[in-house]
């Protein structure tokens, strides 16, 4: 790979007419060293939390180990299925015992099969504190995040989800721990995230402020644009200009954030 057709990340996300756009990692973004490294790539582990729950009949698959079908909220990922194992007939039977709400004992007790201790914060349904263990993601990080930049990383959106906390990790929030009593808190801000992810730390504080203000600027015209457009246009073109404006700068911005725009 000729190095005049790298794309840089921040480059590339800027876009033409100065309008960021996130786009997926490209081949064109690797290096000719990390390219050439694709055969063997990294080895991740992932936990996605929703903590709604799900309709169990909804979510459960029928048929066989190897033969099966999906139920209706797995089924986008039926393209996959060939690489996927559901598993079904889990116990988190530790929200049973400990101290707390019992959503509290499964946000401790998902990742660490500990229960909840007696401690000082509200749980809506009793207090306790943090398990007194680490969770099984941070063991898998210490034998696969080897020599990475940063051995895990924990995402959120609108976390913590109970004001009641005043923003601090609480057993009602968290599900990742690094020892006895040692929550990782999640990372919200997404310029937080970028720049900790995706700039180094030799980056002036000068040009990183100065990105940020262009992208604010860049984000201002758009829904300058959108007010100006939503005026002019009937109910159900502005319920879909709504949700494309939704599609393309919630994940940027921030609901909040988006929401005292508009108004």
């Known amino acids: ?22 786009l997926p990692f490209l081949d064109a973004m690797l290096s000719p060293k990390s390219a050439l490294a694709q055969g063997t790539p990294p080895r991740r582990f992932a936990v996605y939390f929703k903590p709604g729950g799900c309709v169990l009949p909804a979510w459960r698959s029928t048929g ?24 079904d007939g889990l116990d988190l039977s530790i929200t ?17 099969g500990r229960e909840l201790p007696e401690g000082p914060y509200e749980t809506c349904g009793g207090t306790a ?8 993601d ?12 940063f051995k895990s990383v924990e995402l959120a959106v609108n976390w913590p989800t109970d004001r009641r906390d005043g923003g601090r990790a609480a057993p009602t929030n968290c599900i990742n721990y690094a ?31 100065a990105e940020k203000t262009r992208s604010r600027s860049i984000l201002d015209t758009v829904l300058s644009g959108y007010r100006s457009l939503t005026g002019r246009v009937g109910v159900e073109d502005r319920r879909k200009l709504e949700q494309s404006l939704e599609w393309v700068l919630l994940p940027i911005v921030g609901r909040q954030w988006l929401w005292r725009q508009r108004s």
């Open 1 to 22: 790979m000729s190095p005049r057709w790298l794309l840089g990340r921040r480059t590339v996300l800027r876009g033409a007419a100065g309008i960021a756009i996130g």
């Open 64 to 87: 066989t180990e190897t033969n099966f079908t999906l139920g209706s909220t797995l089924a986008p990922l039926e393209p996959l299925k060939s690489k996927l194992l559901v598993l």
């Open 96 to 112: 049973q015992i400990g101290n707390g709400h019992p959503h509290s004992k499964g946000m401790g007790g998902l990742l660490t």
């Open 129 to 136: 504190g943090f398990p007194d263990g680490p969770s099984i």
């Open 138 to 149: 941070q063991g898998i990080a210490d034998r696969i995040g080897l020599g990475a930049k």
């Open 179 to 209: 020892g006895p009593h040692q929550p990782l808190p999640m990372s919200t801000d997404p310029w937080a995230v970028w720049d900790r992810l995706f700039h180094d730390a030799s980056t002036p504080a000068a040009e990183l402020a």
